[in-house]
């Protein structure tokens, strides 16, 4: 899949892009106990996507990575798609 075709309606997503844009990790409490969470913009030749980082991959996604996604999910966040892996997916730095 390329970034192009993400919608709100997309589900497991594969695709792999790069990641040109990553805030610092912050810590967040959420229902599930304490996490850390970051935003990043990946990156293909179709276009940009927001992307959520939890938990681990906060700490190891870097700028610069390329990365795969797969399984990941579209949600919304105070009107905004973005990306996550979510515990179904899988992600991995190439």
Do not use: C
């Not at 030749?45 to 996604?61: N, P, Y």
């Amino acid at each position: 899949m390329k970034i192009s075709d993400i919608n709100v309606s997309s589900k497991r997503i594969d695709i792999e892009a790069k990641v040109i844009e990553k805030e610092e990790p912050r810590d967040i409490i959420t229902k599930y106990g304490q996490t850390k969470v970051a935003n990043a913009i990946i990156e293909d030749d179709t276009g940009r996507f927001k992307l959520t980082l939890w938990g681990e991959h906060a700490d190891k996604v870097n700028e610069g990575d390329k990365i795969k996604i797969t399984n990941g999910f579209v949600s919304t966040f105070r009107d905004e798609l973005q990306l996550s892996v979510g515990k179904f997916g899988r992600l991995e730095i190439l």
